[in-house]
């Protein structure tokens, strides 16, 4: 059974930090698109992150400069680094797997970060 499981997150001030974890069962972390997703109250889920199994990565233009992708094959996860936070940027993150067709079969459980002004 293929799961991602998240950890990290949580309630941080402005211009704080926090470093978000997707770890991978059932699968090879490293042969996988790994994309993150963010959803605050009221507004649509939106693309913040991914990264390839190339190990290329790709940033919302919000968070160019701030977030950093990272992977750990011998652990099997992928890192979300997130620094400089905004109250904006509060919202639930999931991780999730993309399909060579471009959808998502494969969503971690979320996980909240809270940035207080």
């Known amino acids: 059974q293929v799961q991602l499981v998240q950890s990290g997150g949580g309630l941080v001030q402005a211009g704080g930090s926090v470093r978000l974890s997707c770890a991978a069962s059932g699968i090879i972390i490293s042969n996988e698109d790994i994309d993150w997703y963010r959803q605050a109250p009221g507004l649509q889920r939106e693309l913040v992150a991914g990264?390839?199994?190339?190990?290329?990565?790709y940033y919302k233009d919000s968070v160019k400069g701030r977030f950093t992708n990272s992977r750990d094959d011998a652990k099997n996860t992928v890192y979300l680094e997130m620094n400089d936070l905004k109250p904006e940027d509060t919202a639930v993150y999931h991780c999730t797997r993309k399909t060579p067709w471009g959808t998502y079969d494969v969503w971690g459980q979320g996980t909240q970060v809270t940035v207080s002004s």
């Open positions: 990264i390839s199994s190339r190990g290329n990565s």
